[in-house]
């Protein structure tokens, strides 16, 4: 396998074929401290830090007491997303990276931060096709 | 259908069932603008507008000169982010949006902005068995 040159997210190109990286979409279900707006920072933080990605930034917006929170962590090697329903204990999260990244070893980390009774994980391999 | 509450996305509580969004994988090929983060801010607002959406934020990092860009707008109904290739032509853009929003008004938006030669889609309802 030759690897001609290095992306800026560090994805190798290998001949003609890139492979932009994989992509997961999380549901968890009974999940807890979805309106901890410093626990899901900081959880943000050490799932990309699991990872071996680089942070760039990360915003958080709370939709009031008791309400959800939507954050975002934007990494050099794409992003984590998370959006609760404190309500109904339900969290959507998804975490896109490319180059030499896996975003499955973020998992353990999303699972001690929310403690969900279930979790549903779908994985998408984003640019398979790409030539 | 019975609506007993609205949530802070404005989705609806129907019964017991909840169901928080829709989620839009976008992957573009033979795509142009990828450098262009005006134009790339731009569309990201335009799309979440069309979508009657509500803008909460926008973020974007390049990667510098001549490299790719991420962006993201971070909604009221959740989020869009999108991920440049400009070297290859390649775009990675997801739309998840909850409520009341249809996160497929974007597409032509986006369509528009970055001509890909070739687009691919997916979607997946999140939370879907949520009870």
Same mark, same amino acid.
């Given at each position: 396998m030759e690897r001609d040159t290095v992306l800026p997210c560090a994805g190798p190109v290998v001949n003609t074929y890139v492979a932009p990286g994989l992509h997961l979409l999380i549901d968890m279900h009974g *999940?807890?401290?979805? +309106?901890d707006q410093a626990l899901i920072e900081r959880a943000l933080r050490e799932a990309a830090t699991a990872c071996g990605a680089t942070i760039l930034d990360v915003k958080l917006h709370s939709f009031g007491e008791g309400a959800g929170i939507t954050g975002v962590a934007i990494l050099a090697e794409s992003h984590i997303s998370i959006h609760t329903w404190p309500e109904t204990g339900f969290a959507a999260i998804d975490i896109f990276m490319c180059g030499g990244?896996?975003?499955? +070893? *973020?998992m353990p980390v999303l699972e001690a931060a929310f403690t969900p009774g279930r979790t549903s994980l779908s994985a998408h391999k984003r640019g398979e096709d790409l030539r």
């Open positions: *999940a807890k401290n979805l +309106r990244c896996d975003p499955h +070893r *973020a």
